[in-house]
């Protein structure tokens, strides 16, 4: 059974989650979102929850929850556990509240394969074990799918050859720039100190060549 209670954004205690921390509901309360704290407590386990409140229309918000619950939950579990969280969360939200929708942090049931089923093959699976088909896959992503280890082992060239064709188009500028300029080839190196010029002219470019590609 789960066990819901409201409590102060000084009262949230996630030091170890970004999203979730005091820092960052004060930082999108400045940002025009409301912030919303709750303690959850399920199976004898209790957790901290973050709750942004965000305008989706003139007349319509949305409840959003970055990279949370933190709670460990089994996947045979999770629909029922979210299917009643929200619910209970439900009675706490301004009523023109049109959808909760969770950023989750626990590893995808999908992540050693090579493809993803059909957002409604997903659905199916996210949603069992509970009374209903409430849970939706959102039809876009907010947070990063997934995660890449980059064996740094490997040459230059290699890591180049491999790269994703759009993360290739955003590193590319950045290769040619040093091999013009220093006259060598792309080169890793540990630094201590950031040097913020360094990149200056390549972050400058990155968002013109999105807005045109």
Same mark, same amino acid.
């Given at each position: 059974m789960l066990d819901l209670k409201p409590i102060r954004l000084d009262d949230l205690n996630n030091p170890h989650n970004l999203l979730q921390s005091r820092f960052w509901g004060y930082l999108k309360e400045a940002h025009g979102q409301a912030p *919303?704290?709750?303690?959850?407590?399920?199976?004898?386990?209790? &957790?901290?929850?973050? /709750? *942004? *409140? $965000?305008q989706v229309s003139p007349v319509l918000k949305a409840a959003y929850l970055p990279w949370a619950p933190n709670l460990e939950i089994e996947e045979r579990q999770r629909a029922e556990f979210l299917s009643d969280l929200s619910l209970q969360m439900r009675e706490y939200l301004p009523k023109e509240t049109l959808f909760i929708r969770y950023d989750l942090p626990w590893e995808s049931p999908y992540a050693d394969d090579e493809?993803?089923?059909?957002d409604h093959l997903r659905e199916l699976r996210m949603n069992f074990g509970s009374s209903g088909r409430a849970l939706r896959k959102a039809p876009t992503d907010i947070q990063p799918v997934d995660t890449r280890i980059v064996d740094l082992t490997r040459s230059p060239d290699q890591l180049l050859m491999e790269m994703h064709s759009k993360t290739l188009a955003d590193t590319g500028p950045c290769a040619r720039? *040093? /091999? &013009?300029? /220093?006259? $060598?080839?792309?080169?890793?190196r540990r630094q201590t100190q950031p040097q913020a010029d360094d990149g200056q002219p390549v972050a400058q470019e990155t968002p013109k060549r999105a807005l045109t590609g």
């Open positions: *919303l704290c709750f303690e959850i407590t399920w199976k004898g386990r209790a &957790d901290h929850i973050l /709750v *942004l *409140l $965000q493809e993803l089923p059909a720039r *040093l /091999v &013009d300029e /220093v006259g $060598q080839p792309l080169r890793f």
